[in-house]
């Protein structure tokens, strides 16, 4: 599938911050540009979500869940598969919900 730039720029909030297992990834801005520059292009991965669950606190929800990632790098190599703890924070103000900040970290097996 595609990402549509239109549907991200809906969701996440201007302000959103992004941290990744390697420190601060990008905020909305960078991500929007990455996104248009490659609209339309399958992505060079699929990525799923599993164990999904969100806890809901007045106008905040929190969404916790393990990201499955699973790309084929080059043709002669076999497939590789990542997975991430990820945490996603939404706020709703006025009626509408805004992804405000996301936080990935390796996987702790159970």
Not at 6 to 29: E, L, Y
Not at 71 to 97: C, E, M
């Amino acid at each position: 599938m595609t990402i549509d730039p239109i549907v991200i720029d809906k969701i996440v909030a201007d302000d959103w911050v992004s941290m990744t297992p390697t420190g601060r990834g990008w905020g909305k801005a960078e991500s929007m540009e990455h996104l248009r520059q490659h609209s339309g292009e399958l992505p060079p991965y699929s990525a799923q979500q599993q164990d999904l669950e969100v806890f809901l606190f007045g106008d905040t929800a929190v969404a916790t869940f393990v990201e499955v990632y699973t790309a084929k790098p080059d043709k002669n190599l076999p497939w590789q598969t990542l997975q991430t703890d990820g945490t996603d924070v939404f706020v709703r103000n006025g009626g509408i919900w805004k992804l405000r900040m996301s936080r990935a970290s390796p996987h702790l097996q159970q």
